[in-house]
């Protein structure tokens, strides 16, 4: 579904056109530069998916309602996908037909899924942006579902069993979640979530899988990582998921932007004109930092694992001791698994520059041209810059790589 609103800049009265792409979550936010002045133009779509009629917008900065003239510029933007620069100012063709065919291309050249089986219910119906989203692993849901996890953690922690078992009711899938035996339902609604999280590109996790697995056949070795892990890090490592989680769920309209694509690998931002702009990038400016420092403690379990896959016990390392491991800087905790092909690839694109600028509010829109963020990687460090269509990417691609470890833990340490 398309919408058409004709506003002005506020800054410097340039007549705009917004042809809007709408998504599937009931708050959107918008916010692009002005063509003329550059000036960011933030507005947010209350979307009520029983009746469209009802939807509305509010204009949340630098913005007024005009009627549309000849000298009214258009843009285009969709609030799930991002448009080739070509694209941006065309007036009659929607881009989201070229968009979704694109990135279902790639998704399929990439194995993340087989088009003809995701799509077989659509078969004979014509090509559509709604069916692009779902096949490539769009989920409507997901935002009131994380609420409703949450919630029911939150019950589980004050014992109040019945109330969760109820709130847990109301999770989308409840009836169709794989249930892991010899845990509470809250452990198998966040494991099917997290799946729900991942798709369609489960094959980093799949191939981690396999090593857990092999490891497990270790039995008294992976029995005593278990019992480390559930006496020391169960409680502490699975708050530090819901909080991370939630963190994230707080400002999903903007990261959700980009999701599609990180969820299926493909950098949008090469031929595309920079227009998206932070809406409240105050709110997420320390997020990658956090899910660094997340991922960076949690990796230790993978570390474990390698040893075991070595032939060693889980607290024992070729020349470390697990004491003089746990006091490793993040980075050179990191470089532990680079020996290991499968563990390598998941602590690629992990970058500690980024976090640095993240963790220490380093960051800045960039005045001139609010599209992109500048930051610097130390305190006196060189000013670099990024767009924000890449930051949002890349906290993406770290979320996705926790998602991971929280599958991992729930069905190999915590089962």
């Known amino acids: 579904m398309n919408n058409r609103l004709s506003i002005a800049c506020d800054t410097c009265k340039q007549r705009i056109v917004l042809r809007i792409g709408v998504g599937s ?6 916010a692009v530069q002005c063509p003329n002045c550059k000036q960011k133009i933030a507005l947010e779509l209350i979307f009520d998916k029983q009746n469209h009629k ?29 448009y080739p620069k070509e694209f941006i100012h065309e007036k009659i063709f929607m881009p989201a037909m070229f968009v979704s065919q694109k990135l279902m291309s790639h998704a399929e050249k990439k194995g993340f899924f087989d088009r003809k089986s995701s799509l077989k219910q659509l078969d004979n119906l014509p090509f559509t942006i709604q069916s692009a989203f779902h096949g490539l692993g769009g989920d409507s849901n997901l935002l009131q ?15 109040q069993i019945k109330l969760m078992e109820q709130e847990l009711k109301k999770y989308s899938n409840i009836k169709n979640i794989y249930v892991l035996k010899k845990l509470p339902i809250i452990y198998s609604v966040f494991h099917d979530f997290l799946l729900r999280f991942l798709h369609p590109n489960y094959i980093l996790y799949n191939n981690i899988k396999k090593q857990f ?34 963190d994230y769920f707080k400002n999903f309209s903007e990261f959700n932007r980009v999701l599609l694509n ?29 899910a660094y420092e997340y991922i960076t403690t949690h990796i ?3 570390t474990c694992i390698n040893n075991i896959l070595s032939n060693r016990k889980f607290n024992e390392f ?25 563990f390598n690839l998941f602590i690629q694109n992990i970058e500690s520059t980024l976090r640095n600028a993240s963790h220490h509010r380093w960051f800045y ?37 926790i998602a991971i470890m929280a599958l991992l833990e729930i069905k190999f340490l915590i089962k």
């Open 25 to 30: 979550q009931i708050k959107q936010s918008i």
């Open 54 to 82: 009802n939807s509305k917008y509010n204009l949340l900065e630098n913005c007024f309602y005009v009627a549309e003239t000849d000298k009214s510029i258009a843009i285009n933007l969709h609030t799930e996908l991002v």
């Open 145 to 159: 579902d994380w609420l409703i996890i949450y919630k029911s953690y939150s019950l589980y922690k004050n014992e």
């Open 213 to 246: 697995s092999k490891a497990k056949k270790s039995k008294i070795k992976f029995q005593e990582l278990k019992s480390y892990y559930n006496v020391n890090l169960k409680k502490y490592y699975f708050e530090n998921y819901l909080k991370i989680f939630n």
């Open 262 to 290: 990180s969820k299926i690998e493909l950098h949008p931002e090469e031929g595309t004109e920079c227009i998206l702009c932070p809406v409240n990038f105050e709110d997420i400016d320390m997020f990658y930092g956090n």
């Open 300 to 302: 230790t379990i993978f």
């Open 318 to 342: 070729e020349k470390l001791t697990f004491k003089k491991y746990l006091e490793l800087n993040k980075d050179s905790k990191l470089k532990t698994l680079k020996n290991n092909p499968i």
């Open 365 to 401: 829109i960039d005045k001139d041209n609010p599209g992109y963020l500048l930051y610097r990687s130390g305190g006196t460090g060189a000013i670099h810059q990024i767009s924000y269509i890449d930051y949002l990417y890349k906290s993406n691609i770290l979320m996705m790589k």
